[in-house]
């Protein structure tokens, strides 16, 4: 038996009563799990197979294979699925855990990152995909990448107005430094970097950026997110 908390980031249907729902867990990383006959009216683990619910599970192991056989939910985090925008932006935070989440890899900051992230989406009204752009700060610092440097990665000099994000490296470079695969931090972007960086989630409402910057750099971080972690 494994008793785990965890967050239901994928679920498919398997057969006509039962779910296979992918967790995050905090102990384990990534576990696949089924959940039988979870589609029957009568069953009491209804809100174990939906997206974005944290509980602590407990699961059986038979060859590697695990089923759950009893969850306590902590939170559903409902609220996300009834505001469109809300939605899409904590599918694609689910997305990104899908690809940077291993089995076998306890993850623990991003655990609780992605409890942040998901408890703001739920119950705060934040500006659009200022969560979500926070949320992938986060990854790239987890993953070992530091966007809120004062330095250029390669020659070390001071990083003054013009800035550039190498696309091959992940670094930070001066405009002496950049090349082809480089995109311009402008001094918004760059602004709207550290503000997200500084900010906890909890006070996130209370920023107000440009919509065209949050664009901008959502594209940005997007983009570097496929360059670091799709190739
Ligand atoms: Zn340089």
Redesign the pocket.
């Known amino acids: 038996m494994l008793k785990t908390k965890a967050i239901v980031i994928n679920r498919q249907d398997s057969g006509d009563k039962d779910a296979l729902i992918t967790l995050f867990s905090l102990e384990k990383g990534l576990i696949k799990a089924k959940i039988k006959s979870v589609k029957e009216a009568k069953s009491k683990q209804k809100f174990a197979k939906e997206l974005f619910c944290f509980a602590e599970f407990l699961l059986a192991e038979k060859n590697g294979f695990y089923t759950v056989t009893s969850a306590e939910c902590f939170d559903s985090f409902y609220e996300i699925t009834t505001d469109y925008d809300k939605f899409n932006e904590a599918v694609q935070v689910l997305k990104i855990l899908k690809i940077i989440v291993l089995e076998n890899e306890a993850n623990p900051a991003l655990f609780i990152e992605t409890l942040k992230v998901l408890k703001v989406l739920a119950y705060s009204n934040v500006q659009n995909n200022l969560a979500l752009c926070k949320f992938l700060l986060a990854i790239f610092f987890n993953q070992g990448y530091n966007f809120h440097t004062e330095r ?6 001071e990083l003054m107005d013009d800035r550039y994000l190498c696309l091959s490296s992940g670094e930070v ?6 090349d082809d695969d480089c995109v311009k931090i402008s001094y918004a972007m760059n602004k709207a970097f550290k503000f997200l960086s500084e900010i906890d989630y909890d006070r996130l409402n209370t920023l107000n950026l440009n919509k065209n910057v949050v664009h901008e750099i959502l594209q940005l971080l997007n983009r570097n997110f496929e360059r670091r972690f799709l190739n």
């Open positions: 250029c990665s390669n020659c070390n000099m470079l001066c405009s002496f430094c950049s």
